[in-house]
């Protein structure tokens, strides 16, 4: 005892004992009045919150964000100036998978990063994509069923998914980012991070401009075929996780490098694609990618719950210099996740340590469940506002210029238009052979089961990125399943 703390109950006072229960008589039951007993129990029985309703399973770690380039006449943004340094904390993901599901799966990564700024939290909460399935935020719950379990079944549905992506011609370009190499990397160390919307940077001139953000690894892109995967998790479930907390354990630090495509307010009325849509990217030679600065990831946590599964990002984290834009996609998320972090971590989530700004806090909410941080507003005389006592008062330098729009208020048709072909034609047209191969390979493994009705509409649409890509399609699912037109369904072969 003499040099180990000594066990306490929750209340402070010391345990007598913490192996026997209470009990009337040896071989007898226990008594209620074993307070530490029930204690224990109770406790427990609230061990688990509510998990991510999407991007459950995660691997984070904190960092720093040093900038070396030189941004400044864009944006006012402090964290952004040169030679600034941010603490920050960076959370991967995948989608669709639950709070156990196996790291070495294909799917999306979320690239999730919080910047403690003097300015207070700028969260960028964004995926190892530059683009998104949908477009239209009334969508993405339609979407995320079909990456979940199927009511009936409990079981992923390939049926679902290709029936809603056939139908949604506007995720073609990212299933085609998913079903290719980079949608199965080997850790979260190798590959970039986007934030895929468009920003907007404000200056101190008060000028508006759009911003993509890009993380570019500096370890290189590496991937795992799906043969090589089904290995991997049939020896560990938690390769991101042992890779990502090894490497920093060992002092080797992942890094990736910074970049912003800046695009001049009045051009997104020139550009010949919308530049507010989550499913296109700006071409390279059209806004050419500005180095920023180096994103070092440099320290584990020290309890994977407290700081992880608690982090809670949000797209409605911005800090002056920095905003949003029209994205219909990304103003919805504005409202989605502070929402949610209500609901999973309670009122107060934002003050919990590791989602704490590192800069002075006041407002004049009051109260609420859980409440342990006294007066936000610097004295108990000024609860409301405005007052005669002090309290803190706006801020009117952080007001962002004001937003041009126009158009009249209707539920106008994002699927007519819009080309959904051409992008992911020139993404088509970067594969060498191998990496063509594998996504047909991939794209066909994907389709078990899927009814023939279905994979012929998606057929149709890779046809219009490219006939090669329909056809090498078609040659997989005829390799796979011997599936040709007119089958019934993609249906896996008995093994013989
Ligand atoms: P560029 O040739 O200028 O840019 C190509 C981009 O594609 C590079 O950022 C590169 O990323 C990335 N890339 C290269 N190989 C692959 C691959 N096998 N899988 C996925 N991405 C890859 O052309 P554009 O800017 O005109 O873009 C062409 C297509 O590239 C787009 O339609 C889009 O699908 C994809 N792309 C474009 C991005 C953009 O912001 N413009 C960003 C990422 C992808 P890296 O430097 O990491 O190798
Ligand atoms: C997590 C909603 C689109 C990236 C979440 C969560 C919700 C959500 C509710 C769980 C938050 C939590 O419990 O902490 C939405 C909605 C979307 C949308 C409504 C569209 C309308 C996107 C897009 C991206 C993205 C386009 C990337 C560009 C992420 C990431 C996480 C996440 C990375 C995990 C954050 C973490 O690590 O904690 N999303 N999402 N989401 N989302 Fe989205």
């Given at each position: 005892m003499a040099d180990k703390p000594r066990l306490t109950t929750t209340a402070g006072a010391p345990v007598p004992d913490n192996q026997n229960s209470i009990t009337a008589g040896e071989r007898g039951p226990v008594l209620l009045q074993d307070y530490q007993l029930i204690e224990k129990l109770a406790h427990q029985n609230r061990e688990r919150i509510p998990e991510r309703v999407v991007?459950?399973?995660?691997?984070?770690?904190?960092?720093?964000?040093?900038?070396?380039g030189d941004i400044s006449r864009f944006t006012r943004a402090k964290a952004l100036q040169p030679g600034a340094e941010t603490p920050l904390i960076l959370r991967f993901s995948t989608v669709a998978g639950e709070l156990g599901a196996a790291d070495a799966e294909r799917d999306v990564r979320g690239f999730a990063i919080k910047f403690y700024t003097e300015d207070g939290n700028w969260d960028l909460v964004g995926n190892n994509t530059?683009?998104?399935?949908?477009?239209?935020?009334?969508?993405?719950?339609?979407?995320?069923?079909?990456?979940?379990?199927?009511?009936?079944?409990?079981?992923?549905s390939n049926t679902a998914m290709w029936d809603f992506w056939s139908l949604s011609p506007e995720s073609l370009h990212q299933v085609t980012i998913l079903m290719s190499d980079r949608g199965l990397p080997v850790s979260p160390m190798h590959m970039n991070g986007y934030g895929s919307h468009t920003y907007?940077?404000?200056?101190?001139?008060?000028?508006?401009?759009?911003?993509k953000f890009h993380f570019k690894t500096l370890q290189g892109h590496k991937f795992h075929t799906n043969e090589e995967a089904e290995k991997v998790v049939g020896k560990t479930r938690e390769s991101y996780q042992e890779a990502l907390f090894g490497a920093i354990e060992r002092g080797e630090f992942p890094k990736w490098k910074m970049q912003v495509q800046i695009m001049p307010e009045l051009d997104a009325e020139k550009t010949p694609?919308?530049?507010?849509?989550?499913?296109?990217?700006?071409?390279?030679?059209?806004?050419?990618?500005?180095?920023?600065?180096?994103?070092?990831?440099?320290?584990?946590?020290?309890?994977?719950?407290?700081?992880?599964?608690?982090?809670?990002?949000?797209?409605?984290?911005?800090?002056?210099?920095?905003?949003w834009s029209p994205d219909k996609m990304l103003q919805a998320r504005i409202f989605s996740y502070a929402d949610a972090h209500r609901y999973r971590l309670g009122t107060h989530y934002e003050a919990l340590p590791v989602n704490a700004p590192r800069c002075p806090v006041h407002h004049y909410h009051k109260?609420?469940?859980?409440?342990f941080f006294g007066h936000r507003a610097g004295n108990p005389d000024a609860?409301?506002?405005?007052?005669?006592?002090?309290?803190?008062?706006?801020?009117?330098?952080?007001?962002?210029p004001p937003l041009r729009i126009s158009g009249d208020a209707d539920r106008y048709n994002h699927r007519i238009g819009?080309?959904?072909?051409?992008?992911?034609?020139?993404?088509?047209?970067?594969?060498?052979?191998?990496?063509k191969n594998r996504l047909f390979n991939n794209i066909a493994a994907a389709m078990a089961g899927v009814p023939g009705e279905i994979i012929e509409r998606q057929l149709a649409h890779f046809d219009k990125v490219h006939p090669d890509y329909g056809n090498g399609v078609r040659k997989a699912l005829k390799a796979h399943y011997g599936?040709?037109?007119?089958?019934?369904?993609?249906?896996?072969?008995?093994?013989?």
């Open positions: 991007h459950a399973k995660g691997w984070g770690a904190y960092g720093t964000l040093k900038i070396t530059p683009v998104f399935f949908v477009r239209d935020p009334y969508k993405f719950p339609d979407f995320i069923h079909t990456q979940k379990r199927h009511p009936r079944t409990n079981l992923r907007s940077f404000w200056n101190d001139k008060g000028e508006r401009y759009w911003v694609y919308n530049p507010f849509d989550l499913t296109k990217v700006w071409p390279h030679a059209d806004y050419p990618p500005i180095d920023v600065g180096i994103l070092e990831l440099n320290r584990n946590p020290d309890n994977y719950f407290a700081e992880i599964e608690q982090v809670a990002f949000s797209p409605s984290n911005i800090v002056p210099g920095i905003s109260d609420g469940q859980m409440n609860y409301y506002e405005p007052n005669s006592f002090n309290g803190p008062v706006e801020d009117s330098s952080a007001k962002e819009n080309d959904d072909y051409s992008q992911p034609r020139a993404l088509f047209n970067l594969f060498d052979e191998g990496q599936y040709e037109a007119g089958a019934a369904a993609a249906t896996p072969q008995a093994a013989e």
